[in-house]
């Protein structure tokens, strides 16, 4: 057996007995520590077939692994390699058509719901078919600079021969995937790792000095330090139901040299909750719930072929029950962030229609943040106030 196949019977033993239990890279590390014998290279050979599968998702599930592989390699890569020629010649000379004519070569035909099967449930401004075919390319990274240090970053980009892509904004610059930024850029305080559409949700923020804030789904508090940076001055809270997470934003504060903040831990679905908070008002909340995911899973496409239709409206009810705890911590005036990285109707203009028919609070702004034309996550954000 030559080593083009034993990567592919490598990854076709993978494909088999991963159950999706643990996100791929997990699964691929714990495969890979079983194996010690393979070598970097053969690491990633491995790995990337076995993303180029997942890619796929809904596609031909019913044909043989080994197909579905070579197929994903077809249409994923646009550049030859010796894999590829070994074991599919006729197709590494043409892996350089663009996608409509690979189309017409393989096994079965490919559309946006092949891919996509859950294309009626998406959010009505995001385009299907745009969408679905980004499945098969990899995100690119992103970093928003900090602290007017874009000249220095941009050096140490080109001193080390990384092509990127800075955007209007000046502080939004588009990495290759795998671009190991922390060696590059050793100062932390001068960017941070933040998707594209993730750092235009900031654009509804617009805080005022020494306003209350409060981030009630912290997570790893990227969205806290963007408001930070907009306006050093808010006072801030944040929240999460997990402790070590906020650890983990604790220490990443830190780093980016966010200091004055108050944080705890908190399950904004215990009955108990809201009287925990006594007589709080925030002049700005910001809800960036939890979700699907799917807009995110161009970066975790395994995510695609395990995923169940019927979550969606499991995690519409968890929306719309945080959501109900929090307005009524908005202050008479103030504002309401309401943030997804999910591309589901359910989860996004069905919320927003729920929070305007239970409160107060009207859009006054946002949507859809179309990251399929840029490399980027789709998101979805509104303002109410």
Known sequence: MTRWENYLASAEKIIGTYQGSLPLHHFLKSFFKEHPYMGSRDRRWISQLVYHYFRLGHWGKELPLRERILTGTFLCETQSSDWLNALHPAWNEQIQLPLEEKKALIAAPLSPQTIFPFTDDLSEEIDASAFAYTFLQQPRLFIRVRNNRLDKVLQL?????????????????????????????????????????????????????????????????????????????????????????????????????????????????????????????????????????????????????????????????????????????????????????????????????????????????????????????????????
Not at 219 to 229: E, H, P, R, T
Not at 266 to 292: K, R, V, W, Y
């Open 157 to 385: 980009l080109e001193k080390a021969t990384v092509p990127y892509e800075v955007f209007d904004n000046k502080a939004t610059v588009a990495l290759p995937n795998g671009t190991k930024i922390e060696e590059i850029v050793p100062e932390k305080s001068w960017y941070e790792v933040q998707d594209a559409s993730s750092q235009q949700t900031g654009e509804l923020f617009q805080p005022g000095k020494q306003e209350r804030w409060w981030d009630c789904c912290a997570a790893s508090g990227g969205k806290s330090i963007l408001l930070k940076d907009q306006q050093p001055g808010v006072q801030l809270l944040v929240s999460d139901v997990r402790r070590s997470i906020l650890e983990n934003l604790q220490q990443r504060f830190a780093a980016a040299g966010i200091k004055h903040y108050e944080a705890r831990v908190a399950d904004l679905t215990a009955e108990s909750f809201a009287a925990s908070m006594g007589e709080q008002q925030f002049d700005g909340i910001i809800l960036d719930a939890p979700c699907s995911g799917s807009g995110t899973w161009g970066r975790t496409p395994e995510s695609l072929t395990f995923f169940k239709r019927e979550e969606i409206l499991k995690y519409q009810q968890l929306q719309k029950s945080i959501a109900h705890t929090v307005i009524p911590f908005v202050k008479k005036g103030g504002v309401l962030i309401y943030i997804t990285c999910s591309v589901f109707r359910q989860e996004n203009e069905e919320v927003v229609k729920y929070i305007e028919e239970n409160s107060a609070l009207r859009k006054q702004a946002g949507g859809v943040i179309k990251g399929y034309h840029t490399g980027a996550d789709t998101m979805y954000a509104v303002r109410f106030s």
